[in-house]
């Protein structure tokens, strides 16, 4: 990866990318207005990365192994590798949240993806504001986590884990040929239902 730009006002750019593409904002933690930096081209993160985001499932399996500082990632995705993407990752406490959502085309397949990833972002917010939630009513340890992945580029799921348990899956995908035909919506919708269970 390449070496981090200058950080002045980029989060200010990622409010003007987002917002020249049609896209709302996803959460925030405080901290990123003043740590996140454009690493490389279009992709923002507060903390140095190695690999693409593109490797989505690299840095869910370096989340659930408990070794990623809370952290946020935003970045258009354009690696030539896999289809164009929008790359969402926040870690933050218990929560670990991926959105991966495809970002190419134009016409209606650009007006449908973007309709995604502002619906995904609306859903995010309403996970964030759960989470607290899911820790009061002792659904969620403060020790334990909450993984939610939600990709139409690859699969969708979600699992809690509490302290040092292995994960449950409380939603567990179809059988068989079809095993899991969840997009990212119902993954977050899925995963605040229970939060605020």
Known sequence: M???????????RVEGLLAEAGLTMPPMPEMAEARLKEREDDCFSTRAFKESPADLLHYVRKAIGGVSPDYVLVALGRDGRTADALHFFLVRGPLQLFLQI????????????TALVNGCFALAHQLVEAVPHALWKGRLAPTGRLTVVGSNLGESFWEVAQADERADRPSRPLRGKNRDA????????????????
């Open 2 to 12: 390449a070496k981090a730009k200058d950080s002045g006002g980029d989060y200010a």
């Open 182 to 197: 969840r997009g990212p919506c119902e993954v977050l919708e899925e995963a605040i239902r229970w939060c605020r269970g």
């Open 102 to 113: 495809g970002w190419g085309g134009a016409g209606a397949a650009r007006e449908r993806a």
